[in-house]
């Protein structure tokens, strides 16, 4: 157990739809990111939080955004959802993020289906 | 750009023999590397880190990996493969500083290990 909790663990929803995936990272550490895992592109860094700041981005569509609350529990809303999105979405924390060397705690992951 | 190849996105090995997994990287900068490993339905967990400390940096579970600038190698070894082996890894070069980090993961390879 890594500590990370993800919700759902899984997720079935139709094209079009919008969704909400939350992430509690472990105790202490303050930096959040998502990434999505797919057959196709494989593991594929989305976005990282900081301390409720928007640190880094990666390859995350407009149609997906993210946030940071206060309490440092995260939030992944994807829109429009289209038959491509169907993934597995893992929230991911480490203590800081700064200088690259950070490990990440990864969580169990939400499979998300898109019918 | 940095970017991770990883080559054979499937390893067989016999249980008891050597397992090797290749990683090969690009970065700009000196590069910080990582093996994670990722056991059928879990999030990834970390096998071990290079930080420019030692090249041959010693993981959890008996593995190990060795550092080669000249070669832009980071290959993953285990001189006797377990059956609790059989799962996916995934190479992955970072670079970040401050309260920013950005991983990019290689496609991953599964290895099976073969009674």
Known sequence: D???????????????????????PRSGDLSVY?????????????????NGEERAKGNI????????????????????????????????????????????????GTRLTVL | AQSVT????????????LVLLRCN???????????YVQYPNQGLQLLLKYTSA??????INGFEAEFKKSETSFHLTKPSAHMSDAAE?????????GGYQKVTFGIGTKLQVIP
């Open chain 2, 54 to 59: 030692a090249t041959l940096v010693k993981g």
């Open chain 1, 2 to 24: 890594s500590g990370v909790t993800q919700t759902p663990k899984h997720l079935i929803t139709a094209t079009g739809q919008r969704v909400t995936l939350r992430c509690s």
């Open chain 1, 61 to 108: 569509l407009e149609r997906f955004s993210a946030q940071q609350f206060p309490d440092l529990h995260s939030e992944l809303n994807l829109s429009s959802l289209e038959l491509g999105d169907s993934a597995l979405y893992f929230c991911a924390s480490s203590v800081e993020g700064g200088g690259g060397v950070d490990e990440q705690f990864f969580g169990p």
């Open chain 1, 34 to 50: 998502w990434y999505q895992q797919s057959l196709d592109q494989g593991l594929q860094f989305l976005i990282q939080y900081y």
């Open chain 2, 89 to 97: 890894y995934f190479c992955a070069v970072s670079e970040g500083s």
């Open chain 2, 25 to 35: 990287y690009s970065s700009s900068v000196p590069p910080y590397l990582f093996w």
């Open chain 2, 6 to 17: 990883q080559l054979g996105s499937h390893v067989s090995v016999s249980e008891g023999a």
